[in-house]
């Protein structure tokens, strides 16, 4: 176990609307990271947060935004959604700094997204 | 061209076979080169890092990276049926992003 959870576990939405998924790191993991997996493809980097600020952006529109809470638990939200948002999204968290590439980055378990 | 290119497979072993899987890619700029396993309807798992060129033994995994070919490996010896899942090679530059392969889909037949 790598003791980051994500929830919910699964989701279904329809077009357009929008939803807001869930991570909670490892005490003191202070950089969380988004990734989207698409059937059978590797994970696509979305974003990271370190010290609630976002830091680092992939090649994802807008509508995908993000929360890093205090406590350093984290949010991603899609509105506006699209069939093509169906995957499984992981967060990814580790301590330490930003900038510090490198280390190793724990993965949740997921969440598996599924629009309508 | 795809950064980090990776064979799908799927792979398909008798049990004690050895398994090689590989990743090539096309950007100097990674310095930090990771296999993941990814059982079905699980996050990833870290299972080898590296940051140089040459061979890491952990067990029976064997991580490979020659950097002047831009060309990685995992191998696994004597594979067992709890082997079986898909592994990710990912890679890291100087940025925070891990850069994904498709991931081989491998299964360890008893």
């Known amino acids: 176990e790598t003791g980051v959870t994500q929830s919910p576990t699964h989701l279904i939405k329809t077009r357009g609307q929008q939803v807001t998924l869930r991570c909670s790191s490892q005490?003191?993991?202070?950089?969380v990271s988004w990734y989207q997996q698409a059937l059978g493809q590797g994970p696509q980097f979305i974003f990271q947060?370190?010290?609630?600020?976002?830091?680092g952006r992939g090649n994802f529109p807008p509508r995908f935004s993000g929360l890093q809470f205090p406590n350093y638990s984290s949010e991603l939200n899609v509105n506006a959604l699209e069939l093509d948002d169906s995957a499984l999204y992981l967060c990814?968290?580790?301590?330490?700094?930003?900038?510090?590439?490198?280390?190793?980055?724990?993965f949740g378990p997921g969440t598996r997204l599924l629009v309508l | 061209q795809k950064e980090v290119e990776q064979d799908p497979g799927p792979l398909s072993v008798p049990e004690g076979a050895i398994v090689s899987l590989n990743c090539t890619y096309s950007?100097?700029?990674?310095?930090?080169f990771m296999w993941y396993r990814q059982y079905s309807r699980k996050g990833p798992e870290l299972l080898m890092y590296?940051?140089?060129?040459g061979n890491k033994e952990d067990g029976r995994f064997t991580a490979q990276v020659d950097k002047s070919s831009k060309y990685i490996s995992l191998f696994i010896r004597d594979s067992q049926p709890s082997d079986s899942a898909t592994y990710l090679c990912?890679?890291?530059?100087?940025?925070?992003?891990?850069?994904f392969g498709k991931g081989t889909k491998l299964t360890v037949n008893p």
């Open positions: 990814a968290t580790k301590l330490g700094p930003s900038g510090s590439a490198g280390e190793t980055q724990y």
């Open positions: 005490s003191g993991h202070n950089t």
């Open positions: 947060y370190y010290r609630e600020e976002e830091n």
């Open positions: 950007n100097s700029a990674f310095q930090y």
């Open positions: 590296t940051y140089s060129s």
């Open positions: 990912a890679l890291q530059g100087g940025s925070e992003k891990l850069v």
